[in-house]
């Protein structure tokens, strides 16, 4: 669709040099409910941030998509990123789950181009999700995800450890 072509490659070409990150950042636990791991926002961002720095440190032009549902967050890695000169792009839009959106054209650019845009990545830095998990695979992009944010553990794909290690649990 001509809509999800122009969103996709607005974004594409605004990543520089030739080795790009996907980080991708679920907060939320169910849709909407507002967190999935049981630390804060900043303890959480911080382990996404140390990966993604670690992943750059790999190539010498890197560059990384962010897309996440949680607007705070985002600002905040953003300006932690791109204090080590790294640029950082995003989409245009609100996050929406496909399923709870009005069915408006516009609801879908946003969660489908964003996924598609991970695919096209050369590593994914991403939360245990279905979202990040469906795009390294179609994509064929190797992926760390974050496992368990009081050590900051990242695995590779395919481990046993439960969603989050620290999923739906209270707040401290």
Known sequence: MPALKSFILGSYVKLPGTY????????????????RYSKGMESV???????????CQACANC???????????????????????????????????????????TDHLKPFGDWYLLTLMSKLVASRSGFAETASWYGNVPSKALTKVSTCLFTDGGTDIPDGA????TQE
């Open 45 to 55: 961002a911080a382990c996404f941030i140390s990966e993604t720095v670690r992943s």
């Open 166 to 169: 620290e999923f739906l649990q």
């Open 20 to 35: 790009h990150v996907g980080l991708q950042m679920r907060f939320g636990g169910q849709w909407g409910d507002g967190y």
């Open 63 to 105: 560059s990384v998509f962010l897309t996440t549902d949680n607007a705070q967050a985002a600002a905040f890695v953003s300006i932690a990123l791109q204090s080590h000169g790294i640029t950082v792009v995003e989409t245009e839009g609100k996050s929406v789950h496909s399923e709870k959106s009005a069915g408006e054209e």
